[in-house]
Nanobody, 125 residues
Framework: QVQLVESGGGSVQAGGSLKLSCAVSGYAISSNCMAWFRQAPGKEREGVATIDSIGSTSYVDSVTGRFTISRDNAKNSLYLQMNSLNPEDTAMYYC???????????????????WGRGTQVTVSS
């Protein structure tokens, strides 16, 4: 059974930082593109960052320069370092596994094969 478990969310003030982690079990991620999505109340789920099987990354414009996605295939884990957080970053954050080696932030979320349950990030002004 494939499981993705996100952690590291919490409540911070604007300007603060958080690092999200996603631990994957039951499936080896080394050959797959991975992504972080987020969904705020009343809004559609959006791709935040992706990292493909060779380490190429993509980011939604609103987080470029503030967020960094990384992966550790040996630990079967995905990470998202989030700096300079602002209230617009408040959302539930999800990690996801793409079916292939390549993906980008504009890849439709319906394409992704496996999902975690999410971790809440709340940024106060």
């Amino acid at each position: 059974q494939v499981q993705l478990v996100e952690s590291g969310g919490g409540s911070v003030q604007a300007g603060g930082s958080l690092k999200l982690s996603c631990a994957v079990s039951g499936y080896a991620i080394s050959s797959n593109c991975m992504a972080w999505f987020r969904q705020a109340p009343g809004k559609e789920r959006e791709g935040v960052a992706t990292i493909d099987s060779i380490g190429s990354t993509s980011y939604v414009d609103s987080v470029t320069g503030r967020f960094t996605i990384s992966r550790d295939n040996a630990k079967n884990s995905l990470y998202l370092q989030m700096n300079s957080l602002n209230p617009e970053d408040t959302a539930m954050y999800y990690c996801a596994v793409a079916p292939g080696r390549w993906c980008r932030v504009w890849t439709a979320y319906s394409v992704f094969r496996y999902w975690g349950r999410g971790t809440q990030v709340t940024v106060s002004s």
